[in-house]
């Protein structure tokens, strides 16, 4: 089946502490992204990866790191995280960044 | 991309059909018009996109109207698992922003 999975889908853990949401996609997609979402804000995307070592800030990047290393895992990476990054995220992907994208089933994060 | 309008909200009752419009007047010729589905708190989910053709899948058609100014998402049999919020997104190959914009959408309740 088509997917792209995240994990963890839930997520509580405490400032400072680093952690890592893993996103993989098994279509062969090049272009791979992340977003977040908050209510009242809409979906607002953080990074995106055109290809493999392929990657570009969105809109609101800062306190967030991406690798692509693989095709099909686009890991977001939290080195420090603040309570304002309490948030939903979503991983999406597709073979071109214009064109219809396949999401992911998002993670909650929460940071105290 | 093209700006849409969609009604905040729309109530359907169970196993009848749900139109839901979307106006995109300043659409261009090369863009298509695209609808994806937010079930609360989980993933966008894509359903359905075209160009200027009536459009159908198995989950819902597409009517665009000749002029491309506006078009309507028809769920032919709606469940109340399709209550949702669905957005109309217009998008093309020459878009300037890779990343996809999620207006505020249309708040879908189906009535038991």
């Known amino acids: 089946e088509a997917q792209v999975t995240q994990n963890p889908r839930y997520l509580i853990t405490v400032t400072g502490k680093k952690l890592t949401v893993t996103c993989s996609q098994n279509?062969?997609?090049?272009?791979m992204s992340w977003y977040r979402q908050d209510p009242g804000l809409g979906l607002r995307q953080i990074y995106y990866s055109m290809n493999v070592e392929v990657t570009d800030k969105g809109d609101v990047p800062e306190g967030y790191k991406v690798s692509r290393k693989e095709k099909r895992n686009f890991p977001l990476i939290l080195e420090s995280p603040s309570p304002n990054q309490t948030s939903l995220y979503f991983c999406a992907s597709s073979f071109y960044d214009r064109e219809l994208q396949y999401f992911g089933p998002g993670t909650r994060l929460t940071v105290t | 991309d093209a700006k849409t309008t969609q009604p905040p909200s729309m109530d359907c009752a169970e196993g009848r059909a749900a139109n839901l419009p979307c106006n995109h007047s300043?659409?261009?010729?090369?863009?298509?018009v695209y609808w994806y589905r937010q079930i609360h708190s989980q993933g966008p989910q894509y359903i359905i996109h075209?160009?200027?053709n009536n459009e159908t899948n198995e989950m819902a058609s597409l009517i665009i109207t000749e002029d491309r100014k506006s078009s309507t998402l028809i769920l032919p049999h709606a469940t109340l698992r399709d209550t949702a919020v669905y957005y109309c997104?217009?998008?093309?190959?020459?878009?300037?922003?890779?990343?996809?914009?999620f207006g505020s959408g249309t708040q879908l309740t189906v009535l038991p």
């Open positions: 075209g160009l200027k």
């Open positions: 279509m062969n997609h090049e272009y």
């Open positions: 997104i217009v998008r093309g190959p020459l878009s300037s922003a890779r990343q996809l914009t």
């Open positions: 300043t659409i261009s010729g090369n863009e298509y």
